[in-house]
């Protein structure tokens, strides 16, 4: 579904301990990490994509508040493996195979051999352990092993990693890197569904090759299908990647949104307020930023847009682009400016998703359900593009801060 293309992504080490974010500045520690569209019956229906997944989403959080955690039941997907992926190359066992991997924030397993199949070497240990993961639109199921896995020159000893026997969805890729909450990884393991497993990000802090569970994240706005424009950093920050001040806010205690990288906002189309303050989540696996049904209305009246028959995004003219304001996103008292150029997709890309080289189409759409079932809107990659974000586990808190992309006008 993912043709793999040259990628690119950094790795950074912490050079000291600390609670809060540490500033790293050299030397770059580079894995593969790029965005890479894909094609299912020669298009991509992204819009498709994401709202599957954000149901998928939100009824995840609500089956773990519930206590309802087996993932067996085909009923409680996780998530969907999204339409448009960042893909990271990830070294497993010793002599290391390569496995081309989705970075994936909304989940928090990881796993190998949808693709390349996995190679047991003498770093390999079969828990016996069966395990399964349902992904909305796909799934995978096989055996947990533990394994050296390598992130450029950061190596974790004992990794807890899935080995698929059987995937659906997932060609093109190996798999998956999960660096969301450990919670996430409830109800996978068939035999132990209260067993939570630790994350990627977790055993590099236990093991002391980071000095905080922290995941820095930088991508660039991109007019190509496959495209080196990514960068991660683990244990800390690249001060080198952002502009002025990182602003943090506290995660959201409201589920289900709480149980992802859930925060609090409220988003203002010029001078109107479509959705006032409530809770979310940002995701790098959701292409699209989706909001609330009734603030989503409210942004189509607005901005003069109708959706387009083919696929179902919304489409102005290039009078209403022109016209068009600026979306504003509230966070914890400092506001994201999302520029009009910001809210739509790239235009060089538009038939490659089924479009018309003759509209503009926006990036902003309809979550599926009105405000207040908790997960009223997802930043994903649309919003990740022009802002740099920080995954900060040990405090308990998200990062933002604008970047050069911030108002460039490439689309």
Known sequence: ????????????????????????????????????????????????????????????????????????????????????????????????????????????????????????????????????V???????????????????????????????STSTDFSGVDGVLGIGPEDL?????TNEPSTEIPTVTQNLSTEGKIPAEIVGVSFEPSTTTSSMNGELTFGGIDTSKYNGVLNYTPLTTTSPASYY??????????????????????????????IATDAFNQYQSLTGAVSDSAIGMLRITTSQYNALQ???????????????????????????IGGSSSYVYLIVNDIGSNSGSGLDFVNGKGFLERFYSVFDTTNSRVGLATTSYTYAIIN
């Not at 995978?140 to 394994?147: I, K, L, N, P, V």
């Not at 050296?148 to 000893?157: A, E, N, Q």
């Not at 409220?266 to 930023?289: E, F, H, N, P």
């Not at 600026?326 to 490659?352: A, C, H, K």
């Open 1 to 132: 579904m993912f043709p793999v293309a040259s990628l690119l992504t950094t790795v950074l080490l912490a050079l000291s301990t600390a609670a809060s974010p540490v500033e790293i500045r050299s030397p770059l520690i580079t894995l593969p990490f790029a965005r890479s569209l894909s094609t299912r019956d020669g298009t991509v229906n992204l819009l498709q994509h994401d709202q599957v997944r954000a149901t998928a989403l939100r009824d995840r959080g609500n089956a773990i508040a519930a206590g309802r955690l087996d993932r067996r039941q085909s009923n409680m997907p996780i998530t969907t493996f999204e339409a448009a992926g960042y893909i990271a190359a990830v070294g497993v066992g010793s002599p290391a195979t390569t496995y081309n991997l989705i970075v994936d924030t909304g989940s928090s397993n990881t796993w190998v051999g949808a693709g390349t199949p996995y190679k047991v070497t003498n770093t390999s240990v079969d828990t016996g352990e069966p395990v399964y």
């Open 185 to 189: 990884t409830l109800g996978s393991l």
């Open 261 to 290: 990288w859930g925060i609090n906002e409220s988003i203002t189309y010029g001078w109107t307020t479509i959705l006032s303050t409530t809770a979310g989540i940002v995701d790098t696996g959701t292409t699209l930023i989706l």
């Open 326 to 352: 600026n979306l504003y996103f509230s966070i914890n008292g400092v506001t994201y400016t999302l520029t009009p150029n910001g809210q739509i997709w790239p235009r060089s890309l538009n038939t490659y």
């Open 134 to 164: 349902p992904y909305g639109s796909g799934s995978f199921s096989g055996t947990e092993y533990t394994d050296t896995v390598t992130l450029g020159s950061l190596t974790i000893t004992k990794q807890s990693i899935g080995v698929a």
